[in-house]
């Protein structure tokens, strides 16, 4: 590690939560890789973290693609410092409902989701284990409690959080934890598309989801980072195994 910097990964970093998860990791003072599936779409995350005195290095990679996965873990591990820090956040969206959804809606979604996070984590833990010191934090969603016209998406960020139990237990023993983050109704380009989906406009989406939401505001990508920062510090070696809901309220 340069001069004991710690090195966190972030997929899905070019935008929404996941270039806030990036861009608050860097000012914690950890250098940051920044992943997406094309390196190109990295750049405005990884020049704002420069701006503001930090490093950080753009990778692009399929995180569903194990050669792919476990060639950027090694290109970070070269360039920046073994990381220790993996934030599993690439997600995509291929809502239907059940009647309509195809194999490829199901199958992309877990590659992108279960797969990736799978993936991404098996590259990364041996650096982990190596230092005897790790967090992994990986993004589920409140849509794991159930979402009309998301049973891939729901059941793949489910899974999410039984994955995230499993790595706490056996991660563990190596000075690792492993937690989720389950976002609620967050403003991002996912939620736009969501939106532009259902024929809603996005305004009047945003203002019934404050009605139903009980500290009255909608999400943005800065309040999953914060606690994913938290998630990712020193401080929070004793946490380990959960699922936080950031969601502006209670959820199952």
Do not use: C
């Not at 190109?40 to 569903?64: M, N, P, Q, Y």
């Not at 996070?117 to 010191?133: G, I």
């Amino acid at each position: 590690m340069a001069g004991g910097q710690r090195v966190a990964i972030v997929t899905g970093g070019a935008r929404g939560i996941g270039a806030a998860t990036a861009r608050r990791l860097a000012a914690d003072g950890l250098a940051v890789a920044v992943v997406d599936i094309e390196e190109s779409t990295t750049e405005e995350t990884v020049a704002a973290i420069g701006a503001d005195g930090g490093r950080a290095l753009g990778v692009g990679a399929d995180v569903s693609d194990r050669s792919q996965v476990e060639a950027a873990v090694e290109r970070v591990a070269a360039e920046l410092g073994p990381p220790v820090v993996l934030v599993n956040n690439a997600g995509v969206l291929r809502d239907n409902l059940l009647f309509k959804m195809t194999d490829t809606d199901w199958d992309t979604v877990m590659g992108v989701h279960l797969r990736g996070a799978f993936l991404f984590s098996q590259a990364a833990q041996k650096h982990m284990v190596d230092q005897k010191w790790g967090r992994i934090v990986n993004l589920s969603s409140t849509s794991a409690l159930g979402n009309r016209g998301q049973a891939n998406y729901a059941a793949a960020k489910a899974g999410l959080q039984g994955f995230t139990k499993t790595l706490a237990i056996e991660l563990g023993p190596f000075g690792v934890t492993v937690n989720a983050v389950a976002p609620g109704f967050i403003v991002t380009d996912m939620t736009a598309a969501t939106a532009a989906r259902m024929k809603v406009d996005f305004e009047d989406l945003q203002k019934h989801a404050t009605a139903e939401i009980p500290v009255r505001r909608v999400g943005r990508p800065e309040d999953v980072a914060h606690t994913i920062s938290f998630l990712a510090s020193e401080g929070a070696g004793f946490v380990s195994g959960q699922v936080v809901y950031v969601a502006g309220g209670p959820r199952d």
